[in-house]
């Protein structure tokens, strides 16, 4: 559910991404992979969520990025 949720969020690369980890018989794959699909979700339930913001200058770009969980942050 949460991840058909976040489908239109994340696109078909990143949800896929998401789902075979998800899906990893490793501990170590689906663990961390349940995390950032809950946080993710939350944080979209919050209000606008963005993945891997294109215009992010600098570095690498964060996975997600909002200014709805600490307002003018």
């Given at each position: 559910?949460?991840?058909?949720?976040?489908?239109?969020?994340?696109?078909?690369?990143?949800?896929?991404?998401?789902?075979?980890?998800?899906?990893?018989?490793?501990?170590?794959?689906?663990?961390?992979a349940e995390m950032e699909l809950g946080l993710l979700w939350a944080i979209d339930q919050?209000?606008?969520?963005?993945?891997?913001?294109?215009?992010?200058?600098?570095?690498?770009?964060?996975?997600?990025?909002?200014?709805?969980?600490?307002?003018?942050?």
């Amino acid at each position: 559910m949460m991840l058909d949720e976040l489908y239109p969020v994340l696109g078909d690369a990143k949800a896929r991404d998401l789902l075979n980890r998800l899906e990893d018989k490793r501990v170590e794959q689906a663990l961390p992979a349940e995390m950032e699909l809950g946080l993710l979700w939350a944080i979209d339930q919050i209000g606008e969520l963005e993945i891997e913001p294109e215009w992010w200058e600098g570095g690498n770009r964060p996975d997600a990025y909002t200014e709805q969980l600490v307002p003018e942050r």
